[in-house]
C-alpha cells in the first residue's frame, strides 16, 4: 500500500517570518530612528562637515532600503509589476501544495513553490538549470523576469527538469502543437518586451488577476507567438 502524499496548506506571513522578512522590516525601522540621533548630533557640531555629508547619506540609502521593503509586501510572491501581491496571497493560501522533492519543491493545482518563492504555473515560459551546476535552477516568467536558484542539490538536473516540466501548462500546449515541449522550455526563442508588456496590458484589461493565475488563457497567447517564431523552417518533433 503506497503511503499517502502528504498535501499542505502555506500562509505567506509565516513564509515571510522563515526567511526574517518581518524582523528584516523592524531591524530598518530601528536603523532610522537610530540614524536620526546620529544626524541630530551631527547637524548640531558643524566642526565636521564631512562626517556631516556621509551620515546624510547613509541616513538616504536606509530611508530607501526602508521604502523599497514596505513598498513590497510579500518577498516570496515575486511577481508583482502588474498586480497586487495581496490578491496573489490570497489566491495563494487557497491552493494545497503536495511535495515534489523534499525541502526543495512543492506543486500546487495553480503554484509552484521552488524553495522560498511562489510562482504561479500558468506564467512560466522557462526553466532549467544550469550549464555550470547542477544546483542551479533559472525560471523566467511571462513578466519578463528572471530568478536564479542555488542549491537545489545534486539531483541530476534532467530529472529535476523533467519533475517540474511535467506541470507545467506550456510543456502541455508545446507538445499540442506539436513540439517537445520538454525540450523546447529550456530554450524559447526570444519574444520582445514589447510584445510581453502589450501581452499583459491587453489580457489584463478584460480580466481578472484570478484569470491571470488560474486558466491557461494568456500563455496560449504566448505559444501563438511562440508558433509564430517557430514556424519559419524550424522542424518540430
Known sequence: MK???????????????????????????????????VLYKAFSDNTYIGLTVLALAIFALLLYGTYFVFRTPYFCIPISRYYDKRILKQLVEKETFIVLKK????????????????????????????????????????DNKEYTLYHMGHLQRQQEEEMIGSTLPLVRLLNEKGYDGQKAILRLPSVTDKFLDEMFKNYLSNHSVEDLINTTDIMEIYVKEYDRIMSGGRKKK
Open 3 to 37: 503511503k499517502d502524499v502528504k498535501r499542505m496548506k502555506y500562509r505567506i506571513v509565516k513564509e515571510e517570518l522563515k526567511r526574517f522578512t518581518y524582523y528584516g522590516r523592524i531591524l530598518l525601522i530601528f536603523c532610522d530612528i537610530v540614524w536620526i540621533k
Open 103 to 142: 525541502g526543495k519543491i512543492w506543486e500546487s493545482e495553480h503554484w509552484i513553490k521552488i524553495q522560498h518563492i511562489f510562482l504561479p504555473k500558468s506564467l512560466i515560459c522557462r526553466f532549467g538549470g544550469s550549464v555550470a551546476s547542477n544546483t542551479i535552477m533559472t525560471i523566467s516568467t511571462l
